[in-house]
């Protein structure tokens, strides 16, 4: 897929732009969730190699592509990530996912702005 999932910050609420593909494989749509919401932002060096937990519902192809609902220990990820792409790790309170798991090729730079305008500690 050329065009992947992008996360974007505006005002006071992040927001989670899914394509087409990821809407459809996945089962999921945009999200909007409260800044206020955002606990702690990480970069991952391999989105799919830092997964966890059981799909339900979405794409999983082994070793290649995971788009969709996670499961692990009662914690619900959203997730659109690839074999080799770096990933933004978002951990949210009070929300539908308590994580985010959203690769990207310029994710260090995403969670590096994403750190600064929130305000939230390495």
Do not use: Y
């Amino acid at each position: 897929m050329a065009c992947m999932a992008t996360i974007v910050l505006s005002d006071s609420i992040l927001r989670v732009r899914l394509n087409v593909g990821e809407h459809v494989g996945g089962l999921l749509r945009n999200l909007q969730v409260p800044a206020s919401s955002v606990r702690d932002v990480e970069l991952v060096p391999n989105g799919l190699k830092a997964l966890r937990g059981l799909r339900a519902p979405g794409l999983g192809l082994p070793g290649l592509r995971a788009i969709g609902t996670w499961r692990h220990k009662g914690e619900r990820t959203m997730v659109s990530v690839r074999r080799g792409q770096p990933a933004v790790r978002v951990r949210l309170s009070g929300q539908r996912f308590d994580t985010l798991l959203i690769g990207m090729d310029d994710a260090e730079l995403v969670a590096d702005a994403l750190r600064a305008r929130l305000g939230v500690r390495l």
